[in-house]
């Protein structure tokens, strides 16, 4: 299995409240990506990184902000968290391999209450 | 606008059948394929690729078909069995430049039921 940790696995948080997700990878890779899984949504990719310090939006980043200085961790920050957030977060990572495949963390459920 | 499309949300199939699970895009840049399972309360898991430069790619019961033509690909479970029963995603990826680069485009994904 691929080293990708996914911290806290469950969070309950109020409204208005900042909250930290934390995506751990021991691979080395260089690309990172946090999606996040809603119902009758699938996948959809919040930011993404392709190196220490560069990151790029993706099609839902509205309210979320995203920091990797270093090229192990990837850290997904919710400025304000609002009950839309109310979501499992999924971290991933890919080699630079023309074709490869990414691998998925095991999730992260938040609830806004 | 969605690049990646999986039009049928979901899917049932008796066990020991064919199951085929659809997948279409737009974007003609993309060149690298994938498909992925879900179980509830897991991470996707990588299950088949396709490279652009092929048509067709087996690993075990899992086969991926590509028509660049149509912009379609599918993958094929033969034969299917209850612990298949998943969500499916296909995703995609195209090796342009800038920052695209390396980044997935997923569908919505299709339920996938198999039953006994």
């Known amino acids: 299995d691929a080293g990708i940790t996914q911290s806290p696995r469950h969070k309950v948080t109020e409204t208005g409240t900042p909250v930290t997700l934390r995506c751990h990878q021991t691979?080395?890779?260089?690309?990172m990506y946090w999606y996040r899984q809603d119902p009758g949504h699938g996948l959809r990719l919040i930011h993404y990184s392709y190196g220490v310090k560069d990151t790029d939006k993706g099609e839902v980043s509205d309210g979320y902000s995203v920091s990797r200085s270093k090229t192990e961790d990837f850290l997904l920050t919710l400025e304000s968290a609002t009950s839309s957030q109310t979501s499992v977060y999924f971290c991933?990572?890919?080699?630079?391999?023309?074709?490869?495949?990414?691998?998925f963390g095991q999730g992260t459920r938040l609830t806004v209450v | 606008d969605q690049q990646v499309k999986q039009n049928s949300p979901s899917l049932s199939v008796q066990e020991g059948r064919i199951s085929i699970l659809n997948c279409d895009y737009t974007?003609?840049?993309?060149?690298?394929f994938l498909w992925y399972k879900k179980y509830p309360a897991e991470g996707p898991t990588f299950l088949i690729s396709?490279?652009?430069?092929?048509d067709k790619n087996e690993d075990g019961r899992f086969t991926v078909f590509l028509n660049k033509s149509a912009k379609h690909l599918s993958l094929h479970i033969v034969p299917s069995q209850p612990g298949d029963s998943a969500v499916y995603f296909c995703a995609a990826s195209a090796h342009d430049r800038g920052s695209t680069l390396g980044r997935l485009y997923f569908g919505r994904g299709t339920q996938l039921t198999v039953w006994p």
């Open positions: 396709i490279s652009s430069i092929k």
């Open positions: 691979e080395n890779h260089r690309y």
């Open positions: 974007n003609s840049m993309f060149d690298y």
């Open positions: 991933a990572i890919r080699g630079s391999d023309r074709n490869t495949e990414a691998f």
